[in-house]
């Protein structure tokens, strides 16, 4: 049997698409020939284009705020709609807030959980409810982060969120891998995107976050794609509940 990375034919949900790593997994999981459904607050332009002049997969915008559960049934149904089917769904949207423990407010504490988990919970419960009313296979993949294995300094919703979300994968995955769903979680080294603008713009974090990566620089996004598509194709199969880092070999160090 042939190993297959090919998505065509499949369906994918990707929020936080409109930038950054969510825009990178879109425009990956389209080349290898998904249908990809852009889900997010901000316009779609740039990634339909992108996708558009990628090649393979088409794509449909719908807008969802993620910090209330609102969009939920409306984020699949709308999909379903359009192509009669959800088969991959990229929990990818996420926020971050910085500012040491001592002074962290309820409202960094709550905006951070509410986007990163409890939507994500929710989102995904959803795309495995209509899956398992049809029986059929699927893929959830939830963009984690190094903050799922060390604790980070200044940004304690973060890091409660991604250790949060690497669990809740291993948790799905025991409840769902039985039923042909197969959730696993990638962790994002260091990137090039807003949500890192921060370190990059401080010479001394960035001298020092350089400094740890073996492979010598600041991820691109597009060096995420190859994770994703592996995770949402058939290659991945028999893949269940991982936390895979593509990180430069920051953990290794
Ligand atoms: P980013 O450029 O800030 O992208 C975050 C995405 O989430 C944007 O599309 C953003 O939309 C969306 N989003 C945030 N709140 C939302 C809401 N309420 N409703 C709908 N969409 C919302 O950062 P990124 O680096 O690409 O982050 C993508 C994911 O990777 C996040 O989960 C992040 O934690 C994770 N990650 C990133 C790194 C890194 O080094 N960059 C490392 C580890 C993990 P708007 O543009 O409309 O705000």
Same mark, same amino acid.
């Given at each position: 049997?042939?190993?297959?990375?090919?998505?065509? +034919?499949?369906?994918?949900?990707?929020?936080?698409?409109?930038?950054?790593?969510?825009?990178?997994?879109?425009?990956?999981?389209?080349?290898?020939?998904?249908?990809?459904?852009?889900?997010?607050?901000?316009?779609? &332009?740039?990634?339909?284009?992108?996708?558009?002049?990628?090649?393979?997969?088409?794509?449909?915008?719908?807008?969802?705020?993620?910090?209330?559960?609102e969009p939920v049934e409306r984020v699949i149904s709308e999909t379903v709609?359009?192509?009669?089917?959800?088969?991959?769904?990229?929990?990818?949207?996420?926020?971050?807030?910085?500012?040491?423990?001592?002074?962290?407010? #309820?409202?960094?504490?709550?905006?951070?959980?509410?986007?990163?988990?409890?939507?994500?919970?929710?989102?995904?419960? &959803?795309?495995?409810?209509?899956?398992?009313?049809?029986?059929?296979?699927?893929?959830?993949?939830?963009?984690?982060?190094?903050?799922?294995?060390?604790?980070?300094?200044?940004?304690?919703?973060?890091?409660?969120?991604?250790?949060?979300?690497? =669990?809740?994968?291993?948790?799905?995955?025991?409840?769902?891998? =039985?039923?042909?769903?197969?959730?696993?979680?990638?962790?994002?080294?260091?990137?090039?995107?807003?949500?890192? #603008?921060?370190?990059?713009?401080?010479?001394?974090?960035?001298?020092?976050?350089?400094?740890?990566?073996?492979? +010598? %620089?600041? +991820?691109?996004? #597009? #060096?995420?794609?190859?994770? &994703?598509?592996?995770?949402?194709?058939?290659?991945?199969?028999?893949? %269940?509940?991982?936390?895979?880092?593509?990180?430069?070999?920051?953990?290794?160090?």
């Open positions: 049997m042939a190993v297959s990375f090919d998505l065509t +034919g499949k369906t994918a949900i990707v929020t936080g698409a409109n930038t950054g790593l969510g825009q990178a997994i879109a425009v990956a999981l389209a080349g290898a020939g998904a249908d990809v459904a852009l889900v997010g607050r901000s316009s779609m &332009a740039d990634t339909e284009a992108a996708v558009a002049k990628a090649g393979g997969g088409r794509s449909l915008s719908i807008q969802a705020d993620l910090s209330t559960l709609d359009w192509t009669g089917r959800a088969d991959i769904l990229v929990n990818n949207a996420g926020i971050i807030r910085r500012a040491d423990a001592i002074d962290f407010t #309820e409202a960094d504490w709550d905006a951070v959980m509410d986007v990163n988990l409890k939507t994500v919970f929710f989102l995904s419960q &959803a795309f495995a409810r209509q899956l398992i009313g049809k029986g059929e296979r699927g893929k959830i993949i939830n963009i984690a982060s190094l903050l799922s294995f060390q604790g980070g300094i200044r940004i304690p919703s973060y890091t409660a969120s991604k250790s949060g979300l690497a =669990g809740l994968t291993r948790l799905l995955a025991c409840e769902w891998a =039985g039923k042909g769903i197969n959730v696993n979680a990638i962790a994002p080294g260091y990137f090039s995107t807003n949500n890192t #603008e921060a370190l990059r713009n401080d010479p001394d974090r960035n001298a020092a976050i350089l400094g740890r990566i073996p492979a +010598g %620089h600041w +991820g691109e996004p #597009e #060096e995420l794609g190859g994770a &994703a598509v592996f995770l949402a194709a058939p290659a991945s199969d028999y893949v %269940h509940g991982i936390v895979l880092p593509v990180d430069g070999g920051w953990l290794a160090r």
